[in-house]
């Protein structure tokens, strides 16, 4: 009616063409009816916030069940152009099948997975759990129970594991305190020449774990005990700590991870859990310590020891900076029982292991301590240069050849096998 109005009679409305009464209704409603203009600018409102949101969040794909039933063929010889037999999504028969009442998608085979008629992903779990907390779990290859994996050392010890973790819910809290909590874990990691030429590999675990530690944790680690370690949970990747120009080789042109660019702050000492990762160029500090590169799936880590392991934790600057605020620890007021050498070395293994430092390593450490400050009284200029790598400011001393001397130790000790390695 009011469009009627506006036209002086409905005919003349009705003679005009479509596209004018389309132009002549957007004017209206734009321009005239005041509804419809406080609605379009509520609208335009909801859409910029929404266009905000999406320019900074991260765009990630999803996936779904067709709506149509999944099929493939059955290749012979495995050549693609060679289509045999047509088959359905299932689990195969030799695995128990899948039960009549269970979807045959992705949702049947995680009901399937976790079923009580299927001990697989059980044993396989706690398998894993294992692993991380022995170095090697019941079943060597992780990767493989199947008949060309290794047999299990404790079979039954397995089965009994692998149930009692089914029945009480899947608790992983649960489970972890009752192994780290036996006393077969809790042995001491000292080798008896007798069983040692039985059982080299521990694999029968007569004695305690000892293995050098991931990567991930010796990091993680070193932070701890420099107390600078940033426990904030959750929140996006950061960036430490790489070599300059460590993606340029293998990024794409227009790609957003061409470039590396270091974060600053405490981003620079957050958990390992929060590096960002990529893929094709993984840190170099990382894959030293047998990180795998995640172009893969790995479900078991290979450990080696080499030089470059030592010479990461001797001269790569995450490090360096985690071995000066260990000495800062032991300079600070309080932060040694006496302010001696001998007492600031005392304080900085406590903190590295939780106990005194024993007599044989003082005396080695007291020593490099005093050759240290021969080297450096030599070259004050380079002990100040020392001390100052890393982003963080390190604190005003008196002295810097005793305190460039003090973060040498700090990195020896830093580089002990007891350190690196789990007893």
Same mark, same amino acid.
């Given at each position: 009616e009011k469009?009627?109005?506006l036209?002086?009679?409905? /005919?003349?409305?009705?003679?005009?063409?479509e596209? /004018?009464?389309?132009?002549?209704?957007a004017?209206?409603?734009d321009?005239?009816?005041?509804v419809?203009?406080?609605a379009?600018?509520?609208?335009?409102?909801?859409?910029?916030?929404r266009?905000?949101?999406?320019?900074r969040s991260t765009?990630?794909?999803?996936?779904k069940?067709?709506?149509?039933?999944?099929?493939?063929?059955?290749?012979?010889?495995?050549?693609?152009?060679?289509?045999?037999?047509?088959?359905a999504?299932?689990v195969?028969?030799?695995?128990g099948?899948?039960?009549d009442?269970?979807?045959? @998608?992705?949702?049947g085979?995680?009901?399937w997975?976790?079923?009580?008629a299927?001990?697989?992903?059980?044993r396989?779990?706690?398998?894993?759990f294992g692993?991380n907390?022995?170095?090697?779990?019941l079943?060597?290859?992780?990767?493989?129970f199947?008949?060309?994996g290794?047999?299990p050392t404790?079979p039954?010890?397995?089965?009994?594991l692998?149930v009692?973790?089914?029945?009480?819910?899947?608790?992983?809290k649960r489970?972890?305190k009752?192994?780290v909590?036996?006393?077969?874990y809790?042995?001491d990691a000292?080798?008896?020449?007798?069983?040692f030429a039985?059982?080299p590999?521990?694999?029968?675990?007569?004695r305690?774990p000892?293995?050098?530690?991931d990567?991930?944790?010796i990091?993680?680690k070193a932070l701890?005990?420099?107390?600078?370690?940033n426990?904030?949970?959750?929140?996006?990747?950061?960036?430490p700590?790489?070599?300059?120009?460590?993606?340029n080789?293998?990024a794409y042109?227009?790609?957003?991870?061409?470039?590396?660019?270091?974060? &600053?702050g405490d981003?620079?000492y957050r958990r390992?859990?929060?590096t960002?990762w990529?893929?094709t160029?993984p840190p170099?500090?990382?894959?030293i310590f047998?990180?795998?590169s995640?172009?893969?799936?790995?479900?078991?880590?290979?450990?080696?020891?080499?030089?470059l392991q030592?010479l990461?934790?001797m @001269?790569?600057p995450?490090f360096?900076?985690?071995?000066?605020l260990?000495? &800062?620890?032991?300079?600070?007021?309080?932060?040694?029982i006496?302010?001696?050498?001998?007492?600031?070395?005392?304080?900085m293994?406590r903190?590295?292991?939780g106990r005194a430092?024993p007599?044989?390593?003082?005396?080695v450490l007291?020593e490099s301590?005093l050759?240290?400050t &021969?080297?450096?009284a030599e070259?004050p200029?380079?002990a /100040?240069?020392?001390?100052?790598t890393g982003?963080?400011e390190?604190m005003?001393?008196e002295d810097?050849v005793?305190f460039?001397? =003090?973060?040498?130790?700090?990195?020896q000790?830093?580089? =002990?096998?007891?350190f690196?390695?789990?007893y």
């Amino acid at each position: 009616e009011k469009l009627a109005d506006l036209a002086g009679e409905t /005919e003349e409305l009705a003679e005009l063409e479509e596209k /004018e009464r389309n132009q002549f209704k957007a004017f209206y409603f734009d321009l005239v009816d005041p509804v419809h203009v406080e609605a379009k600018l509520a609208q335009a409102d909801i859409e910029l916030a929404r266009d905000l949101i999406y320019e900074r969040s991260t765009v990630s794909l999803i996936m779904k069940e067709k709506e149509q039933e999944a099929v493939a063929h059955i290749l012979h010889r495995g050549e693609y152009d060679q289509k045999g037999e047509e088959v359905a999504a299932d689990v195969p028969e030799i695995l128990g099948g899948l039960p009549d009442d269970m979807p045959a @998608n992705r949702l049947g085979l995680a009901r399937w997975s976790v079923d009580d008629a299927n001990p697989l992903t059980a044993r396989v779990t706690v398998n894993r759990f294992g692993q991380n907390l022995f170095g090697t779990g019941l079943v060597a290859t992780a990767e493989d129970f199947g008949i060309m994996g290794e047999n299990p050392t404790h079979p039954e010890l397995l089965d009994w594991l692998a149930v009692d973790f089914r029945e009480n819910g899947w608790d992983v809290k649960r489970l972890i305190k009752q192994i780290v909590m036996t006393e077969t874990y809790r042995q001491d990691a000292v080798v008896d020449p007798g069983e040692f030429a039985i059982d080299p590999d521990n694999r029968f675990l007569a004695r305690g774990p000892r293995y050098r530690l991931d990567g991930e944790v010796i990091r993680d680690k070193a932070l701890f005990v420099s107390g600078a370690l940033n426990e904030k949970i959750g929140g996006p990747p950061v960036k430490p700590y790489q070599p300059s120009g460590i993606w340029n080789a293998v990024a794409y042109s227009g790609s957003n991870t061409r470039f590396y660019f270091e974060d &600053e702050g405490d981003a620079l000492y957050r958990r390992s859990l929060y590096t960002f990762w990529k893929r094709t160029a993984p840190p170099p500090s990382m894959t030293i310590f047998d990180a795998p590169s995640r172009e893969t799936c790995s479900v078991r880590r290979e450990r080696t020891n080499t030089p470059l392991q030592a010479l990461t934790l001797m @001269n790569d600057p995450q490090f360096v900076e985690a071995a000066r605020l260990l000495a &800062e620890r032991a300079l600070a007021p309080g932060g040694a029982i006496e302010q001696t050498p001998r007492g600031r070395i005392d304080s900085m293994y406590r903190h590295a292991f939780g106990r005194a430092v024993p007599d044989d390593h003082e005396e080695v450490l007291h020593e490099s301590y005093l050759r240290f400050t &021969e080297k450096f009284a030599e070259d004050p200029a380079g002990a /100040e240069a020392f001390v100052r790598t890393g982003a963080s400011e390190p604190m005003p001393v008196e002295d810097p050849v005793a305190f460039a001397s =003090l973060t040498m130790v700090a990195s020896q000790i830093m580089n =002990l096998d007891s350190f690196i390695s789990k007893y």
